[in-house]
């Protein structure tokens, strides 16, 4: 049970193509943005799609798959977990982060 107490999976679209970051001591960092989406019927009986962006950022391996084969539009399927982080921006504005830690990547359709 240790396992699932922060677990995400998602299904999504690649907003943009990912930024790789390569670090000084070589290691390297891929970040990109998927969007999940569902659609239902509101009350009065419209089709609504409801579309979620999330920041996914991988390590390693992983990031050597995210730079030679993702770009825009392609469909992936990603499982990590959540972490959350803060930074300050240039003004001194205390800003707060969400990201999926991307542990398994699965790259779908064609």
């Not at 509101?42 to 999330?54: F, I, P, R, S």
């Amino acid at each position: 049970m240790n396992a699932l107490k922060n677990k995400v999976q998602l299904i999504g679209n690649l907003g943009q193509d990912p930024e790789i970051v390569t670090l000084e001591n070589g290691s390297k960092l891929a970040k990109f943005s998927i969007a999940t989406s569902e659609s239902y019927k509101n009350a009065q009986g419209v089709k609504v799609e409801d579309v979620q962006w999330h920041n996914v950022v991988a390590w390693g391996k992983t990031a050597d798959i995210v730079e030679n084969y993702l770009e825009k539009g392609k469909q992936v399927a990603v499982e990590g977990k959540l972490t959350h982080r803060s930074y300050e921006t240039k003004e001194g504005e205390k800003r707060y982060i969400t990201e999926v830690r991307c542990n398994e990547l699965l790259m779908l359709g064609k």
